[in-house]
């Protein structure tokens, strides 16, 4: 199984970014996936986490109301739309996978990572 994210970039404080996240498995719609950052000197933070027919979905509290997580079942896809960026946002986001039926909000329960993609947001 391999995640290939994508879409990070540098932006300006308010601004918006869609991350990508594509995964090549051939059971993808059996699989939770995931959303993490890790900003430099700190622990990796559950940013959001959907189930695997998107019907569910969970966020961390920094970023609710501002970060939609979204998937396409069809093309092995899901998405991370970030509105509303604040500098405190700067990190490096993982995409994570695992196969399951519930929501993991810890980075423990994911077995598959991505290579992860940098996000920096100026003030």
């Known amino acids: 199984v391999q995640l290939v994210e994508s879409g990070g970039g540098l932006v300006q404080a308010g601004s918006s970014l869609r991350l990508s996240c594509a995964v090549s498995?051939?059971?993808?719609?059996?699989?939770?996936m995931g959303w993490f950052r890790q900003a430099p000197g700190k622990e990796r933070e559950f940013v959001a986490a959907i189930r695997w027919n998107g019907a569910y979905t969970s966020y961390g509290d920094s970023v609710k109301g501002r970060f939609t997580i979204s998937r396409n079942n069809a093309n092995n896809t899901i998405y991370l739309q970030m509105n509303s960026l604040k500098p405190e946002d700067t990190a490096v986001y993982y995409c994570?996978?695992?196969?399951?039926?519930?929501?993991?909000?810890?980075?423990?329960?994911?077995?598959?990572w991505g290579q992860g993609t940098q996000v920096t947001v100026s003030s």
């Open positions: 994570a996978g695992r196969v399951s039926s519930d929501i993991w909000r810890t980075a423990s329960g994911y077995n598959y």
């Open positions: 498995a051939r059971t993808f719609s059996n699989y939770v």
